[in-house]
């Protein structure tokens, strides 16, 4: 499959994330196809993938509330998941709208994130310094004269 993807106005493509959680409600046989329609509006918009991480069902951490059909649902587990993605920013409301019209979606969010190539993996440099152990004996005459001699300064 070739992906057609325009580039903006400045000739840059954005990379984005979306991550969403889905109803707890869709058989898990089921939340594949679910996705790919995340995936084809991403497509529609003139998006090209990256990568994906796969839904999960899990707890939620606060309970969500959805209307569904003139009626507030309630949730405290879902399927959670997420997509990045290049896309050019103009693109960026449509799809927005799209995945908001989605009633099997229960909450998404789409950022803006930073591109792979700009992340490099965390070098340790380790470097061995020498130390030399310095002993010397200073009498306290001495020292009470050294800090004199700061604090004048």
Known sequence: MTESVQKDSDGSLRVYEAGYILLPSIPEEKVGDEVSLIK????KHGGAFMSEVSPKFIPLAYEVIKNISSKNERFTEAYFG?????AHSHAIPALTRELDE???IIRFLLIKAE???RK????EIKEEVETE???QDFSQAEI?????EMVEA
């Open 82 to 86: 997420a997509i990045h993605f290049k």
């Open 102 to 104: 989605n009633q099997r």
């Open 144 to 148: 009470d004269k050294s800090i004199e």
């Open 115 to 117: 591109k792979e190539s």
């Open 133 to 135: 152990e310095v002993t």
């Open 40 to 43: 084809d509006a991403i497509l």
């Open 120 to 123: 490099q993996p965390k070098r």
